[in-house]
């Protein structure tokens, strides 16, 4: 900017050149705190990820892996490598590099997979100042890539052109990778993910079958994918949860997940928290999120400030989310039959066999709904006119029997339970929106009990979130009859090259959507 001439102003322009000074001063000065405040954060940052970083390569390489010994240790391993490679994906995105990153060498590829040859040549070899561009040579590389059932290489060549007349050079772009520089496409790194969590394969496992296919690949190697993958997609995971807490009508529920403490040689009891959309909701989603506790807490914090009626079970920790009318109950119907069902198979109880008799006569009516393909509406209209009655007639045939049985037996406790709970047990009767029970979530649990009988547990509360993560995308992929695999290709190819604000659209149901005739 030209200095201005101060003698030739007068006294208002001296003075409004001096207001602009200042303006412009203050405007730097909060530039300036903003980006102060930014170093000071990313310092902070890379502090803890070093020293987070530092920890598990004393757990992975230290006498405190001794502790574990055989498939835990493994696995151990497994989970540390997939922590180290998520914290170095971090932490690129946040330090500035010093010096150039070093590349990593590559194991040869096997010489007899068959080699696709990918082209890359540039949208036009005609040069900015009209002639003809001659090409002079290309860049080779190659990539491991994986189709159901069979490994293949991905040769890409990048053919370079010159303008002999103005010596300019164009060569196509390399296109940006979930996992920049590496060996794996998105078609692999893919497969790793849907073989451990929709396939319950440990790593251990598949480096084993990989071996056996004459592709090696070392099961430190998948654990950085892994590690990176999940750090990729967590704002798809963000996404789902910010979708799913739209709903008017949620269903909660729980269940251990044993997290490997070790520093302590030993697991701690963690909870891996699942909510989800009703059977009814054209658009299904399940999001899974991994606390260290079971306490209501952890619901409250997930749930933030959602407002609407939650399908749950009784347990405690759900109670304080009722107390105001933010959040009403919504009790399961299952779970009230499930106390008769066990009194009558295990004693042969004849009040419990009673009791079926009325629970049945209430889910008859639900199956008559699904069958006539009703709305809520027509749910709600069939419901009044023969679940209705049928609720009326359990509710005074249990206040009589309770008159009637020991005190402290379990047909009290059963019988208790249901009139304790009946306002909510009873509430989807004035509401087609609502389902009878929480019975459609606690399926959606049962993958996390199968994968956690081939993991045994979490290696850290990192790969428990990173878990949850990705089989929030899985299940809701499945939800939606989509095929796993191809569904997470897709995302890992076009993740890199989608903006924040339209990564709602790599979601399942987007992602359906877009592709009608894909099931």
């Known amino acids: 900017m030209a200095k201005p001439d101060l003698d030739a102003m007068n006294a208002d322009e001296l003075r409004q050149f001096a207001a602009s000074l200042f303006i412009e001063l203050e405007a730097k000065g909060i530039e300036l705190k903003h980006k ?79 080699r696709v040859e990918i082209p890359h040549e540039p949208d036009s070899t005609v040069c900015g100042c009209g002639c003809q561009m001659e090409r002079i040579g290309q860049d080779e590389s190659e990539k491991l890539d994986y189709v159901p059932g069979t490994f293949q290489i991905e040769h890409h060549v990048r053919g370079k052109w010159v303008c002999r007349t103005c010596e300019t050079i164009v060569q196509a772009p390399v296109a940006p990778h979930v996992i920049d520089k590496g060996i794996p496409t998105a078609g692999l790194l893919a497969q790793v993910l849907i073989a451990k969590y929709a396939d319950h394969l440990p790593l251990y496992r598949q480096e084993e079958i990989y071996g056996r296919t004459g592709v090696p690949i070392a099961r430190s190697t998948m654990a950085e994918w892994v590690g990176a993958c999940g750090v990729k997609l967590q704002p798809l995971g963000d996404e789902l949860r910010n979708l799913l807490l739209k709903r008017a009508v949620l269903h909660a529920d729980e269940t251990p997940m044993p997290t490997l403490r070790p520093g302590l040689g030993k697991t701690h009891r963690s909870y891996l928290w699942a909510y989800g959309t009703t059977p009814y909701d054209p658009d ?13 807490e952890h619901a409250r914090a997930f749930l933030g400030d959602w407002r609407g009626k939650l399908v749950c079970d009784d347990f ?158 899985i299940q809701t992929a499945k939800l939606h009859r989509l095929d796993p695999y191809a569904y997470l290709r897709d995302v890992l190819e076009r993740l890199p090259l989608t903006p924040h604000s339209r990564i709602g659209e790599l979601l399942p149901g987007a992602w359906k959507l877009s592709r009608p005739t894909t099931h």
């Not at 151990?76 to 490679?85: A, H, M, R, T, V």
């Not at 299904?284 to 209501?296: E, K, L, M, N, T």
């Not at 004693?347 to 009325?358: F, T």
């Open 316 to 473: 405690s920790g759900y109670k304080a989310l009722f107390k105001g009318d933010a959040v009403v109950e919504i009790g399961c119907m299952a779970h009230a039959r499930r106390k008769f069902h066990d009194l009558h198979v295990n004693h042969g109880s004849a009040i419990a066999g009673d009791a079926l008799e009325y629970f049945g006569a209430l889910y008859e009516v639900e199956r008559r709904a699904k069958d006539l393909n009703l709305d809520a509406d027509g749910r709600k209209a069939l419901r009044q006119a023969e679940a209705a009655p049928v609720a009326t007639k359990l509710q005074a045939w249990l206040t009589r029997r309770l008159a009637e049985v020991a005190p402290r037996s379990a047909t009290e406790k059963a019988i208790n339970y249901s009139l304790g709970r009946w306002v909510p047990l009873t509430r989807y009767l004035d509401d087609g929106e609502l389902p009878i029970d929480n019975n459609w979530l606690e399926n959606r649990i049962r993958p996390i009990a199968l994968g956690r009988s081939n993991w045994l547990f979490a290696g850290s509360d990192r790969a428990g979130r990173r878990t949850t993560v990705i089989m929030s995308l």
């Open 36 to 114: 102060n405040s930014e170093i000071q954060w990313k310092d902070l940052k890379i502090s803890q990820l070093s020293h987070e970083m530092a920890i598990l390569k004393r757990w992975r390489f230290g006498r405190a892996a001794e502790a574990f010994h055989g498939l835990q240790r493994s696995l151990l391993e497994e989970s540390i490598d997939e922590d180290l490679g998520a914290i170095e994906i971090e932490l690129d995105a946040i330090r500035v590099p010093s010096k150039p990153k070093q590349v990593p060498v590559r194991t040869h590829l096997p010489i007899d997979l068959p």
């Open 284 to 296: 299904p989603i399940v999001v899974y999120d991994f606390a260290a506790g079971r306490s209501g």
